[in-house]
């Protein structure tokens, strides 16, 4: 009987440990769940959004592992980011925080904001005013962002004479991208901190998996019915 435990007790370390094993190496190489814990990315992404990052869009680096170990330089099977991608990137200044933005810039391109317009190299990015109300991102305008490669996609704007709406030109490096928030008046991106490092990028937002509003306590249960964002689940990031 005591064999017999001792083997049952085996078993299960074994099966935990291949568990956790195989949850690092899709977590590495394949897929990562993150949160939305800000309103940067409204309306695209909403606080309390949860979704899938694709780890192998653009290769991996040091920061596609936990804890950012450095096991080599640079990135292997390199990929690019496209004109309006959502990303997850590790912030520069600490190397560890992340954020989930949209690349606007790619090497070499020139980026100004003019009366919160945003501008690449040198020609004025095309929007078109939504009428109505966002419900989900309130006291703000919606515009219809189209750019030069074609993407379209949402933007916030609570006006077009906050700091963020006037800036420099910025001249994107080699090897760097250039993001902004959605949320074009209450983001932090490249407009404050820099241009983004290839290496840091994390991977690619894919899809809503789940979203709660935030109305409902863990232990409160008989609330999570209507807490649940059902209309958001598995659809796109765009």
Do not use: C
């Not at 939305?36 to 309306?43: Q, R």
């Not at 962002?145 to 933007?155: A, D, F, Q, S």
């Not at 910025?170 to 290839?198: C, K, L, T, W």
């Not at 290496?199 to 863990?218: H, T, Y």
Request: hydrophobic share 40%.
């Amino acid at each position: 009987m005591a064999r017999k435990k001792a083997g049952g007790i085996a078993e299960t370390v074994r099966t935990i440990v291949y568990a956790a094993l195989i949850a690092l190496v899709v977590r590495t190489f394949l897929f990562e769940p993150f949160n939305i814990p800000s309103g940067s990315m409204l309306p695209t992404l909403l606080i309390g959004d949860y979704l899938f990052v694709s780890k192998y869009s653009y290769g991996y680096s040091k920061h596609s592992f936990p804890f950012s170990p450095e096991l080599f330089e640079g990135r292997v099977m390199e990929g690019q980011p496209e004109r309006g991608d959502v990303v997850v990137f590790k912030l520069p200044s600490d190397n560890s925080t992340d954020y989930i933005k949209r690349v606007i810039g790619l090497p070499g391109d020139r980026i100004l904001v003019q009366d919160g317009i945003l501008h690449i190299n040198g020609a004025a990015v095309a929007r078109q005013k939504i009428e109505g109300e966002d419900p989900e991102a309130p006291g703000g305008t919606i515009y219809l962002e189209t750019l030069p490669n074609g993407v379209t996609h949402r933007i916030r704007e609570t006006s077009d004479d906050e700091f963020g709406d006037h800036t420099r030109e910025y001249i994107v490096p080699p090897e760097h991208y250039f993001v902004m928030g959605d949320n074009r008046d209450n983001s932090q991106d490249s407009r404050f901190i820099g241009p983004i490092p290839a290496e840091n990028l994390v991977g690619r937002a894919e899809i809503l998996f789940f979203s709660v509003d935030g109305s409902a306590a863990l232990w409160e249960v008989w609330r999570w019915p209507t807490a649940i964002r059902w209309w958001r689940l598995f659809n796109p990031v765009e």
